[in-house]
């Protein structure tokens, strides 16, 4: 099942649509509608903070202690019912795969190759200093 979203007017700016925040509380199996506030836009970054949204520590405090996760959404994607639906199965998988998307273990490869030039670059900081001791040694 895959969303039409041909309906939504292409001329229109993604980031100008009336969005909603999404709470997907993993402890309770819920998700709840939280108004988006555009009053506080972030400096120098698109969007807008969510952290002094009034409305989403209300909806906090129903779910101490427990473990979720906090998104927004394009409003009429979350009203059409296969746009929840499917919305609600990422919630459940866990998120969004992001650039794993095609199961290529993108994440993995990437956090392997940081740790490979890590060590690289370790090995060749003290090769260098070990170099630099020997000339200054031979020349006395």
Known sequence: MVLDLSKLNPK???KDRPKVLLLA???????????YDDRFPFDGKPGHDQNQNPFL???????????????????????????????VEQFQ?????????????????????????????ANTTVHRDNVAITRQIRKY
């Open 12 to 14: 229109e700016d993604p």
């Open 25 to 35: 509380c993993y402890d309770c199996k819920s998700v709840d509608e939280i108004p």
């Open 57 to 87: 520590h209300q909806m906090v405090e129903r779910h101490p202690n427990h473990r979720g996760m906090l998104a927004d959404a394009d409003l009429l994607v979350w009203q059409h019912p296969d746009g929840k639906k499917q919305i």
């Open 93 to 121: 998988k866990g998120g969004s795969p992001g650039l794993d998307v095609f199961g290529t273990n993108f994440y993995d490869t990437k956090a392997n190759f940081s740790a490979d030039a890590m060590t690289c670059y």
